[in-house]
């Protein structure tokens, strides 16, 4: 088997999760592309665990715990997603800017301009 036709494969899967990212508004969406490019790379570590014919089997090892890091991922990003889906209504990414909690209350700033006179 040759090494190309898995590395072509996992750069089309990753270039399509990007995309996914930077393209997306909903959360759920955002959070399957990133799985995506995570499972891009977990073809490539094995691929070429497989073409170097690693006696340790590292590349294996790695794609397992980076399956395991990507469910925990994946368990706390849907829980986040689903907190703010409760509170807000809607899963839109660009709506989570209004999330922020501003740096000072306009109580302080009226405070301080009353102190300042």
Same mark, same amino acid.
């Given at each position: 088997?040759?090494?190309?036709? %898995?590395? /072509?494969?996992? +750069?089309?899967?990753?270039?399509?999760?990007?995309?996914?990212?930077?393209?997306?508004?909903?959360?759920?969406?955002? =959070?399957?592309?990133?799985? =995506?490019?995570?499972?891009?790379?977990?073809?490539?570590?094995? +691929?070429?665990?497989?073409?170097?014919?690693? *006696? =340790?089997?590292?590349?294996?090892? =790695? @794609?397992?715990?980076?399956? +395991?890091?990507?469910?925990?991922?994946?368990?706390?990003?849907? *829980?986040? /997603?689903?907190?703010?889906?409760?509170?807000?209504? @809607?899963?839109?990414?660009?709506?989570?800017?209004? @999330? *922020?909690? %501003?740096?000072?209350? %306009?109580?302080? @700033?009226?405070?301080?301009?009353? *102190?300042?006179?």
């Amino acid at each position: 088997m040759h090494l190309a036709y %898995p590395a /072509v494969l996992a +750069a089309l899967l990753f270039c399509v999760g990007l995309y996914g990212v930077l393209a997306r508004r909903n959360a759920i969406l955002v =959070l399957m592309s990133v799985e =995506l490019m995570l499972n891009a790379v977990n073809l490539n570590l094995v +691929a070429f665990d497989v073409w170097l014919r690693d *006696a =340790l089997h590292a590349g294996q090892a =790695l @794609t397992l715990f980076t399956i +395991a890091i990507a469910a925990a991922e994946i368990g706390i990003g849907l *829980a986040i /997603v689903l907190m703010v889906h409760r509170n807000r209504g @809607t899963s839109d990414v660009d709506r989570l800017r209004d @999330t *922020a909690e %501003p740096t000072h209350s %306009p109580d302080e @700033t009226d405070e301080k301009a009353e *102190a300042a006179a």
